[in-house]
Nanobody
Framework: QVQLVESGGGLVQAGGSLRLSCVASGNIGSINTMGWYRQAPGNERELVASMAGGGRANYADSVEGRFTISRDNAKNTVSLQMNSLKPEDTGVYYC????????WGKGTLVTVSS
């Protein structure tokens, strides 16, 4: 089992920045990929960014160049630096870890006002 706890959401004006962090605990040695998903009201959950154990990052087209994912394997954390935020980035952001199956945090709300 893997447990994930997110922090760092909040309210920000368009053009602003936020940083999300996620700490993993439990059977962390089995984790391969970690990343962030988001779900806007009325929409399905979608991938925002992910990073495999080897450090290769993958981004959704909508956030490429604005968001940066980073991972600290020694601290069992994954972070998402979000710059130039847009109202369409609003949603609940979920930390994700894949260790033979997907594990999810409870989510943190990001609201970007216009």
């Amino acid at each position: 089992q893997v447990q994930l706890v997110e922090s760092g959401g909040g309210l920000v004006q368009a053009g602003g920045s936020l940083r999300l962090s996620c700490v993993a605990s439990g059977n962390i040695g089995s984790i391969n990929t970690m990343g962030w998903y988001r779900q806007a009201p009325g929409n399905e959950r979608e991938l925002v960014a992910s990073m495999a154990g080897g450090g290769r990052a993958n981004y959704a087209d909508s956030v490429e160049g604005r968001f940066t994912i980073s991972r600290d394997n020694a601290k069992n954390t994954v972070s998402l630096q979000m710059n130039s935020l847009k109202p369409e980035d609003t949603g609940v952001y979920y930390c994700n870890a894949f260790a033979w199956r997907h594990y999810w945090g409870k989510g943190t709300l990001v609201t970007v006002s216009s």
